[in-house]
């Protein structure tokens, strides 16, 4: 018990203005594709090549822009966070967002990739991430000419992923370690039943 309980958890310092809040104007995207390969024989070994597809391309271009406007040449944070994603995204309504835990790939490529972050394992948390639609409250909706909703809104603008109101919003903090120690406790140290 007194080994777990003399790890110190905070021996980071703080090397970053947290919190550290980055915007990009690019539609949530689940980008699955990206982690295809395809197996190619080279000099008699074989090479797991993966495979970029458009939308993925599209999606990292964008956002290296973006981050290179916003990061600079700082050096890249180098310990662990939690980043609360809010994903802005062209959905009718609540019942026609994705499915949350594969938004988070994209983005955390890229800030990897941007060198905002040394490396996506520093990510310790997503505590205060949500899916937001913004097709409800967007104000690019066409008005109806005609039909029983004539003069209301539409649902959407129709523009999907080109919406100009879409976007991942990212609020990285220094992670909360501070109950590791007392949770790893209460799980390795259970009195015996
Ligand atoms: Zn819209």
């Given amino acids: 018990m007194s080994d777990i309980l003399s790890i110190n958890p905070s021996t980071q310092t703080d090397n970053y203005p947290f919190p550290v809040t980055i915007r990009l104007d690019v539609a949530p995207a689940i980008l699955k594709n990206s982690r295809q390969v395809v197996p190619v024989m080279r000099n008699g070994r074989l090479l797991r090549i993966p495979i970029k597809s458009k939308k993925a391309e599209a999606f990292m ?72 639609p913004v097709c409800p409250y967007c104000p690019d909706r066409p008005i109806l000419k005609s039909g029983p909703r004539k003069g209301q ?3 959407s603008c129709g523009k999907k992923s080109a919406c100009p109101y879409v976007g991942i919003d990212m609020i990285i903090t220094k992670a909360d370690r501070t109950d590791i120690p007392a949770r790893a406790v209460s799980r390795c140290v259970r009195p015996s039943l």
């Fill in 153 to 155: 809104h539409k649902d």
């Fill in 61 to 132: 271009k964008a956002a290296a822009a973006a981050f290179e406007k916003q990061w600079g040449d700082r050096p890249p944070i180098d310990e662990l966070v939690n980043i609360a994603f809010l994903f802005y995204g062209s959905w009718p309504d609540e019942r026609s967002m994705p499915d949350l835990s594969n938004l988070y790939q994209a983005p955390e490529d890229a800030l990897q990739a941007a060198g905002i972050i040394k490396d996506d394992t520093l990510i310790d948390s997503h505590a205060g991430s949500r899916r937001i």
